[in-house]
């Protein structure tokens, strides 16, 4: 057994400490779904120390415990490491040095990040067409991240379909042109049996009593989520003026 000096346990303490504290200290990107580890840089030191895998792989060891992803982070994670540790001893061409640690990362971390976030199934149909991909929803935006690479249409009950398709990462109806408020029962086909039919005129159809349309409601005649609808599109145009509709108005 070759002998191990105390200057190599020495650095290996250092190497160790170092790669958890800089992980630790920058969790905001380092963990999660989508992981940047500033620290698997020193992985390179391998090349100059090859003892300093032992080092690498503690301080990774270390710092996966504080993970917020899995339990499999600590396995699968310091597994990367080390195989990036001793893959980078045998390489020669210096400008390839990093080519171990991205690749280890890349596929075993990815995978296993995939296999938590994706659903079932389709992490297997996504590794074998178009590799593993994450688009977790962001906490700052509330908006998922692009990951569609082909466009398909997906059937939804009643008929029609949705178009899944690249560049859209939301669909804000809230956004579309808007009408006042005494035009929108108009909007709503299922409404027209109804109007006119009200106790009082100009009845907003939101609570009042003796509205037509809310009977309906109550009778089934009308669904429930379509009066939801309305009632949210009619809170947010009911104080809307007829001139912020015209040209060069805003709101």
């Not at 109804?194 to 609570?207: D, E, I």
């Not at 429930?224 to 007829?242: G, I, P």
Request: include cysteine; proline fraction near 3%.
């Amino acid at each position: 057994m070759k002998h191990i000096t105390s200057r190599q346990i020495a650095l290996n303490g250092l190497i160790a400490g170092l790669y958890a504290v800089v992980t630790i200290l920058t969790a905001s990107f380092a963990y999660g779904n989508i992981q940047f580890r500033l620290a698997e840089a020193l992985c390179l030191l391998v090349a100059l120390e090859p003892t300093l895998t032992v080092g690498l792989t503690l301080g990774c060891l270390i710092a996966n415990l504080f993970s917020t992803v899995s339990a499999l982070d600590i396995i699968v994670g310091t597994a990367a490491t080390l195989l990036a540790c001793l893959l980078t001893r045998y390489i020669k061409n210096t400008w390839l040095l990093p080519l171990p640690t991205i690749l280890c990362n890349m596929l075993m971390v990815g995978a296993m990040l995939s296999a938590l976030y994706m659903p079932a199934g389709e992490f297997w149909k996504g590794l074998a067409i178009f590799g593993a991909e994450v688009g977790a929803i962001s906490d700052r935006i509330g908006r998922g991240r692009h990951t569609t690479r082909h466009v398909e249409l997906h059937p939804i009950e009643g008929g029609g379909y949705i178009a899944d398709t690249p560049g859209f990462s939301s669909f804000e109806t809230e956004q579309m042109d808007l009408v006042l408020a005494r035009d929108l029962e108009y909007a709503f086909p299922e409404f027209a049996p109804y109007l006119g039919q009200c106790r009082f005129t100009g009845c907003a159809h939101v609570k009042e009593k003796g509205c037509a349309i809310l009977a309906a409601v109550e009778n089934g005649e009308i669904a429930k989520t379509r009066h939801e609808s309305y009632v949210k599109l009619y809170e947010s145009v009911k104080d809307l003026k007829e001139w912020e509709l015209t040209k060069g108005g805003t709101r």
